[in-house]
């Protein structure tokens, strides 16, 4: 603990410091120091003290106080204009010595795990805290052995004293220890209450929104099956069809986690198959869609196909929301184990702060967003295998990235 004079202060401290395991609270140890210093301040009682506290959170209004006190000489041993040397490691402690009593109190934060309790040592009208003076003041610039000498309160080994507050001090501990964990089981009961609360409205309201809408898809597919009949098989027809399934099966998702519906599928195809309907809105925006094939043969992937759709409507969504008069390009490539497919425009570059966010649950750039989009298709394409990824984004482009592995049969 200290790198000179440790014979003498290790036999000063092995009685209660460092040989006992007992460890105090902040709380514990600025009600001890306010203890300590209050009747000199109340009192404007002439005497000596030195300190050295590395953080004052808690007792700076019995510091200030004392600070215009007439008759106290008070020395901070943190101020090196008064310390030659400060080779005392993490140690705090106060020392007092005047007419009325004299007392020592050293601590140590460092021994803690968390930084919050430490280890204590306390002596009132004790020749030890002579002791623990003579290591301190070789240590100054200035001579306070007069000072600190010229106060005799009656000196006596007052053992039976020092164990007394010492154990008055654990079951304060203890009460301070019960009450800040009761404080704050209490809190964390309060705020998972509000939280449940509020989670329970969210999917009440997510369930009857998910109810409503329904309703209202089930009347959209009556009309597109009476379109069907009237005009026979249309491309638009089932292209409107296909939507509403992709929105009953988002609406699905909000509510459960359903199981996936996998099967093999020509990657290819599910791409060509999902621009078909990319083709209907991208004009709104004068964008176009472009597909680059760079894969030979056939791509073969175990997926399901419905959610896998969702995942490429979502990015080429955001592609054509954040570009005009571009053109938005799907590349697919392949290697021995793997489907690679890159999606890119020419848009406005993404933000390099947000650029780490785009994956995470709730965030969103967008005023009126629910930040779910790219999440949820992160947790498609993990429940598929598969993983998504943000290649880069700079002036000239923005290319994502959807990796998924290709089926063991057409491995083998």
């Given at each position: ?35 300590l ?58 020392i ?40 301190v ?50 809190e964390?009961l ?18 009857y ?32 069809r ?10 699905d ?24 309907v ?115 984004s ?19």
């Open positions: 603990m200290y790198k000179n004079n440790k014979k003498s202060l290790k036999n000063f401290l092995n009685s209660e410091y460092d040989t006992n395991d007992e460890f105090f609270s902040k709380r514990t140890v600025n009600g001890l120091l306010r203890s210093l209050e009747p000199i301040a109340a009192n404007n009682a002439k005497s000596l003290i030195i300190t050295r506290f590395k953080n004052t959170n808690g007792i700076e209004g019995i510091i200030k106080r004392l600070e215009y006190c007439s008759n106290v000489n008070m020395y901070s041993f943190l101020d090196f204009d008064i310390i030659s040397k400060d080779d005392l490691i993490e140690t705090e402690f106060l007092i010595t005047s007419h009325r009593y004299n007392a020592v109190l050293i601590w140590d934060y460092s021994d803690s795990n968390d930084k919050s309790e430490t280890k204590l040592c306390i002596r009132v009208n004790s020749k030890d805290v002579n002791e623990v003076f003579e290591i003041k070789d240590r100054l610039k200035i001579n306070l052995d007069e000072e600190f000498y010229s106060y005799r309160p009656e000196r006596r080994e007052n053992a039976l004293l020092n164990d007394a507050i010492y154990n008055v001090l654990k079951m304060l501990n203890e009460n301070i220890k019960e009450n800040d964990f009761n404080s704050k089981e209490q964390a309060i705020n998972k209450l509000q939280t449940q609360n509020s989670l329970d409205e969210i999917n009440a309201n997510i369930r929104c998910c109810h409503e809408i329904k309703n209202q898809l089930g009347v959209l597919d009556i009309y597109a099956k009476i379109l069907e009949k009237k005009f026979g098989e249309d491309n638009n027809i089932g292209l409107i296909k939507s509403i399934s992709l929105i009953r099966l988002q609406l998702d909000l509510r459960a986690n359903d199981n996936l519906n996998f099967e093999e599928k020509d990657l290819k195809e599910v791409i060509k198959s999902s621009i078909q990319f083709e209907r809105i991208l004009p709104e925006r004068n964008n176009k869609i472009k597909f680059v094939d760079c894969a030979k043969g056939k791509v073969i992937v175990f997926i399901d196909e419905e959610r896998f759709f969702a995942i490429l409507n979502n990015i080429v969504k955001n592609a054509d929301e954040s570009t005009q008069n571009d053109e938005i390009e799907i590349r697919i490539e392949a290697d021995e184990k793997y489907a690679k497919i890159f999606i890119k425009n020419h848009g406005e570059k993404i933000d390099e702060q947000i650029q780490t966010k785009l994956f995470t649950e709730g965030f969103s750039t967008k005023k009126n967003g629910w930040g779910l989009g790219l999440n949820i298709c992160k947790k498609y394409l993990a429940a598929q295998l598969g993983s998504i990824s943000l290649v880069k700079d002036d000239n482009e923005t290319e994502f990235l959807v990796t998924i592995p290709l089926s063991q049969k057409a491995v083998s």
